[in-house]
């Protein structure tokens, strides 16, 4: 997912290059796993600046379940959009000064322009903040940790449970 873009940084405004591309192995972070390949496709368009860079990567994700705590493989297709500018001029080769505008990524002084990190955050912000195996994951027993998407377990439902986790309610209620 490294681009040379010497031959786009010339062109005038507006001109576009697109690409599609291929990762067979994509890291997208310590606690997240991919399964399988990741795939993409890219458009990097000239502003004044640098480069717009837009497209999608469809990967699948190894997430466990909130609720069952089954792990399921969720299949994710993520549009993205980042700005990427030069770190020197293309013409010269000097560098230029340092931009102070937050989130966006440095085109470095090969002209090379490198998606790794803008599609890793991009697949990081896209993660759901809750995970569920199925939309209506009946998740585990309380009491037998009972897979209840599997069917009923054998025990019965525990009233006093419940009530007496309404009074710790109650009770931490009234004291603040
Ligand atoms: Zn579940
Ligand atoms: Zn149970």
Known sequence: MIYNVAQLMKAPVGTSQVNDFHEDDFQAG???QVVGPLDGHVRMR???QGLL???RVDLTLQLECNRCLKVFEQP???PFE???YPTVDVV???PLPPFDEEEI???DSHHELDLTEAIRQNVLTALPMVTLCQEDCKGLCSQCGHDLNLGPCECQPVIDTRLSVLEKLLQNGSQS
Do not use: K
């Open 82 to 84: 980042e700005q990427f």
């Open 53 to 55: 860079v837009d497209g």
């Open 30 to 32: 310590d606690d997240i």
């Open 76 to 78: 994710m297709h993520i």
């Open 92 to 94: 010269t080769g000097l």
């Open 46 to 48: 000239r502003t004044n």
């Open 105 to 107: 990524f440095p085109i």
